[in-house]
């Protein structure tokens, strides 16, 4: 299974973004799906997650400005991103947790550079 993000790109202070992820391959289900970022010198954090009934969590840094959402038919995950500043600047991940009708692991993409300048 992959999982390839688009959507990153560079943005003024106050602006939006929305990041999309699709998995492909051989998928039985996906639960969990979400979106992590890590930023030069820091740790990866987690931003934001999703279970497949539509339950979501957010980072305290991340609330009331960022929204996940998915579409299960299409085994997709978007990460709607408002009022951007210079410290959401990072390269986000997503990553699912996917059934492939042999087993169930987290899967992980290949990262969308976000940048937010001042």
């Known amino acids: 299974v992959q999982l390839v993000e688009s959507g990153g790109g560079l943005v003024q202070a106050g602006g939006s973004l929305r990041l999309s992820c699709a998995a492909s391959g051989s998928i039985l289900s996906i639960n969990y799906m979400g979106w992590y970022r890590q930023a030069p010198g820091k740790q990866r954090e987690l931003v934001a997650a999703v279970t497949s009934g539509g339950v979501a969590n957010y980072a305290d840094s991340v609330k009331g400005r960022f929204t996940i959402s998915r579409d299960n038919a299409k085994n997709t995950t978007y990460l709607q991103m408002n009022s951007l500043n210079p410290e959401d600047t990072a390269v986000y991940y997503c990553?699912?947790?996917?059934?492939?009708?042999?087993?169930?692991?987290?899967?992980w993409g290949q990262g969308t550079q976000v940048t937010v300048s001042s």
């Open positions: 990553n699912a947790d996917v059934n492939d009708y042999v087993r169930t692991y987290r899967a």
